[in-house]
């Protein structure tokens, strides 16, 4: 696996859910902490969780979700995609209001695959509190690397 299938992967989510699950092993753990959804392992509910994603309602307040590849490190048993995400005319994304407000954030997805190309194993991370940052007056504290100095006993 390669850069070329991290593209495949994304654009998928352009067309259905469905499109998206077929990339995947009928034998897989799907993982997504920021969301609290741990081993996730049957179709239905990969369905279920990406179907989200690839809404193409801009009037249903769930957005339009748009996803770039920003780089891939690994082979073809397993890497590691780096992404960018933005939806455009969501009004509602986690509970958190973000009607008007524009917003884009990264992450990165690791990757298991089988003999066949087929994901078996995925865990995604990414950016919730500049999400934060983006659409509310409320900033998440975050702490500037190299300006403190670390306490050693």
């Not at 996730?40 to 769930?62: I, Q």
């Not at 958190?96 to 954030?105: N, R």
């Not at 990165?108 to 066949?116: G, V």
């Amino acid at each position: 696996m390669h850069y070329n299938f991290a593209i495949k992967w994304l654009k998928a989510f352009r067309s259905s859910s469905e499109e998206v699950c077929a990339l995947y092993a009928d034998d897989f753990i799907f993982e997504d902490p920021m969301l609290d959804q741990h081993n996730v392992n049957t179709k239905p509910d990969l369905l279920r969780l990406f179907s989200l994603y690839a809404n193409k309602d801009r009037e249903n307040g769930l957005g339009v979700h748009n996803f770039r590849v920003r780089g891939y490190e690994g082979d073809r048993d397993c890497g590691l995609i780096s992404w960018e995400w933005s939806p455009e005319d969501c009004a509602n994304f986690i509970g958190i209001d973000v009607a008007g407000k524009p917003f884009l954030t990264m992450g990165h997805t690791w990757h298991e695959y089988d003999a066949d190309g087929k994901i078996t194993r995925e865990s995604s991370w990414w950016d919730a509190a500049c999400i934060l940052r983006q659409t509310h007056e409320i900033k998440p504290d975050r702490l500037t690397t190299g300006t403190k100095q670390a306490v050693t006993a």
